[in-house]
């Protein structure tokens, strides 16, 4: 563990914060249930449901659809629930492991579907840290008194990447989209962000084939190098040890008990890695956003989805804790207060 690092937050006195204000999201209306990949693979059902918590995840079957597709539709629901029009949106970042293509960026995609005529953008890849990663770079940008909406989306559609003969990992994972808007905020916000990652173990879960290293051959495709690969045991072993040492990080930071958490927002990875995490915060089970088992791990879009499902159960000035770790090795926990609700 590396020494840590200065809170990004600063005194609400000294400037703005920047809060959440909206949430949105995009789910694919197809379902693919254990019961599916049963029939798919050597698995079960039982199996699936013990060692990972998932029941089901959502596919984008539309073949003429992609990453950006889906960002759009969650970025079109924030500007309806939040009442803008896209032309007031000044900066949009996703956080994507499945970019349509390798460039355009996503982003760029988003802001023409969207009309956003007014924004920049770029696109950030973390893997499953991708959403945390963005929010403290957008918030930042914020925090810089120079602009005043930004959009932060999660988007994958990891079907895109799933060997979907690989019993190891296609069981794992689905496809979705989420994103928050963040404005300026005298009194919450984002508070403390801490971010991690270690290059020296990227080759435990990465995709080998497709970029400058590899670029797509036959070779390449018959090595199945343009499908995602996880070594899963250590993988497994690093986010448990990972994701509790840094909440355990930013609390002791920010001198928090559990007690003073009402919220954990974990990365929906494996429902074995969350309680572990919740188990050392002291959290009891109620305060732990879960919703592995109806979706699966979809990789950037597990933050801001939870925080949609959640949103009715969030009230302004809550304490929430989110973290993530992924493929990179990368791994983080932000800590923010809730800026709306009863
Ligand atoms: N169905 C039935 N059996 C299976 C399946 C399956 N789908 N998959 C593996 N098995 C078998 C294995 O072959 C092995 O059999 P063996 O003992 O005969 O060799 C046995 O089950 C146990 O396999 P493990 O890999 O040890 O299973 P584990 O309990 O570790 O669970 C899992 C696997 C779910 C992948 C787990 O390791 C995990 O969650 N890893 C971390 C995932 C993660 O956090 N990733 C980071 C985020 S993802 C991102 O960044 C894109």
Not at 242 to 251: H, I, L, Q, S
Not at 291 to 320: F, K
Request: with cysteine; hydrophobic share 40%.
């Amino acid at each position: 563990m590396s020494a840590p690092s200065p809170p990004v937050g600063r005194p609400s006195s000294s400037g703005p914060r920047a809060a959440i204000t909206t949430v949105g999201h995009f789910l694919p209306e197809e379902r693919l249930t254990n019961a599916d990949l049963e029939k798919m693979v050597d698995t079960s059902d039982e199996w699936i449901r013990t060692r990972t918590g998932i029941t089901e995840r959502r596919i984008l079957r539309d073949e003429t659809k992609a990453t950006s597709d889906m960002a759009a539709g969650a970025a079109q629901e924030v500007l309806e629930k939040r009442g803008i029009d896209a032309d007031d949106l000044d900066a949009i970042i996703v956080a994507t492991v499945t970019p349509d293509m390798l460039f355009p960026a996503t982003a760029c995609l988003v802001q023409d579907k969207i009309g956003a005529s007014n924004a920049w953008g770029f696109d950030l890849s973390a893997a499953c840290s991708g959403f945390l990663f963005a929010l403290t770079t957008g918030s930042q940008l914020i925090e810089s008194g120079r602009y005043e909406k930004v959009l932060v989306i999660g988007a994958d559609k990891m079907s895109s990447i799933v060997d979907y003969t690989d019993r190891t990992t296609c069981i794992l994972f689905g496809d979705a989209a989420a994103g928050v808007l963040l404005e300026p905020h005298d009194e919450y916000g984002l508070i403390d962000a801490v971010q991690h990652v270690d290059g020296g173990h990227g080759d435990l879960l990465c995709m080998k084939g497709g970029g400058s290293l590899n670029p797509p051959t036959h070779a390449t495709v018959d090595a199945k190098m343009h499908y995602i690969y996880q070594d899963g045991r250590p993988v497994f072993r690093h986010a448990v040890t990972a994701m509790a040492d840094v909440c355990e990080e930013v609390m002791e930071r920010n001198n928090l008990t559990g007690d003073d958490v009402d919220y954990l927002v974990p990365h929906q990875a494996n429902l074995r890695i969350i309680d572990a995490t919740a188990k050392r915060m002291g959290l009891t089970s109620e305060k732990v956003m879960i919703n592995i088992d109806r979706y699966g791990n979809t990789t950037a879009a597990t933050i801001p989805l939870c925080l949609y499902d959640w949103e009715d159960e969030l009230s302004e000035g809550d304490n929430v804790v989110l973290t993530a770790f992924g493929g990179g090795f990368t791994w983080g926990a932000s800590y923010l207060t809730w800026a709306y609700g009863e």
